[in-house]
């Protein structure tokens, strides 16, 4: 069985995908959430799942992991481990992305930049740009799931366990919103339209 067949098994067992009307962090909306910090839950489950990733980019020469909390705070460290090297997360002050609590990305440092689902990959160029600013070069963007469609364009190497092809909308052209279906924003980051 293939690393994307047993992500898949393993979101299955759990809890990580649901149905319903989801508005994401992107302000689409969507009948299916994949709420991948229950991976976490499974310290087994999710250190197989990272050490897949880690091996997407072995041949990078990482020099740091860096994840934007809180979803990806976990996922940093856990692929750091299987890097071997250090590990970061940013933060949102006055919604602006940071590195906070000694955190720097350094002139020169190679960093991957991770998240747990890409869908339109808006908080990753944050965090690319981010990482940029201090002078490091971003070697890669890694992710447990894409759901871009192929669409997300980091313009550095971009490696995920899992691809799926999960459906969202404009909120004016959101059937379920057309229908009268309650919305609910499950990810930790705030959207403001």
Request: charged share 25%; proline share 3%; aromatic share 6%.
């Amino acid at each position: 069985m293939d690393i994307q067949n047993i992500a898949l098994e393993i979101f299955r067992e759990t809890g990580v995908l649901s149905e319903g009307h989801f508005r994401l962090t992107s302000g689409r909306h969507s009948s299916q959430y994949m709420q991948c910090g229950r991976v976490f839950e499974r310290a087994d489950k999710a250190e197989l799942l990272c050490k897949a990733l880690a091996g997407l980019f072995a041949d990078k020469k990482i020099d740091a992991v860096a994840g934007p909390a809180l979803g990806a705070m976990l996922m940093a460290y856990e692929v750091s481990r299987h890097l071997g090297c250090k590990n970061m997360f940013s933060e949102r002050e006055d919604g602006d992305m940071i590195f906070r609590r000694g955190f720097v990305a350094e002139p020169g440092m190679r960093i991957l930049v991770v998240e747990d689902t890409v869908t339109t990959g808006g908080t990753v160029h944050e965090l690319i740009e981010l990482c940029r600013k201090g002078g490091a070069e971003v070697a890669g963007v890694g992710s447990l799931v894409d759901r871009s469609g192929g669409r997300a364009d980091f313009k550095v190497p971009f490696r995920s366990v899992v691809s799926v092809n999960i459906e969202s909308w404009e909120e004016k052209n959101c059937p379920l919103c057309a229908q009268g279906v309650p919305c609910i924003k499950p990810g930790s980051r705030q959207v403001t339209t």
